[in-house]
């Protein structure tokens, strides 16, 4: 794991994540992308970067809006979108 991909999980608090699914439950990506997968959701974002997995290779990174709503839900505080911001 890279010391950038450190500070960004640090930063966005994502090892608070609990898996509860509301971010993904409030995603407009859902809407963008009929049959939204899993991992195109912040849930699974936030757990394959806590993974130390490359997502500047896949789809997830480069979807999200950054419109804030999974952030604003999130009741453990994780700021999804500034990590997606970080590891763009």
Not at 64 to 83: F, H
Request: proline share 5%; aromatic share 2%.
């Amino acid at each position: 794991m890279t010391d950038e991909l450190e500070r960004a999980l640090l930063d966005s608090a994502a090892a608070l994540c609990v898996e509860c699914g509301k971010c993904t439950a409030v995603c407009p990506m859902a809407e963008m992308y009929p049959g939204l997968s899993r991992e195109l959701s912040p849930r699974a974002l936030v757990q394959e970067a806590l993974r130390g997995s490359d997502l500047l290779s896949g789809r997830a990174l480069w979807c999200c809006t950054l419109c804030r709503a999974c952030t604003r839900t999130c009741p453990a505080g994780v700021d999804c979108c500034a990590l997606v911001e970080r590891l763009r």
